[in-house]
């Protein structure tokens, strides 16, 4: 089983920043992409950002040059940065672990992000 445990969503005000984390239970993390999606109400989920096995990253239009996405393959754990947080980034972040041989899709339970003043 794979089981992803997202964390550190919240309040933020307008221009903030905040870290949410997605902590991994698999055998071996390095074998996974992984990945950051969100959904607002009203709207479709959407990818935010990803990273590959190995280290390769691709962001949404939206929030390049203002998120960050990282992974630690020994705490097996994958971090979103954020940074100068706007309202439309208000949203239900979800992570996602994918497995490209079998084409195999994990996500977490989300964590709720709000960014208001």
């Known amino acids: 089983q794979v089981q992803l445990v997202e964390s550190g969503g919240g309040l933020v005000q307008p221009g903030g920043s905040l870290r949410v984390s997605c902590a991994a239970s698999?055998?071996?993390?390095?074998?996974?992409?992984m990945g950051w999606y969100r959904q607002a109400p009203g709207k479709q989920r959407e990818l935010v950002a990803a990273?590959?096995?190995?280290?390769?990253?691709n962001y949404a239009d939206s929030v390049k040059g203002r998120f960050t996405i990282s992974r630690d393959n020994t705490k097996k754990t994958v971090y979103l940065q954020m940074n100068s947080l706007k309202r439309e980034d208000t949203a239900v972040y979800y992570c996602?672990?994918?497995?490209?041989?079998?084409?195999?899709?994990?996500w977490g339970q989300g964590t709720q992000v709000t960014v208001s003043s």
């Open positions: 996602n672990a994918h497995l490209a041989l079998w084409g195999q899709n994990y």
């Open positions: 698999v055998s071996i993390f390095s074998l996974y992409a």
């Open positions: 990273i590959a096995s190995s280290g390769s990253t």
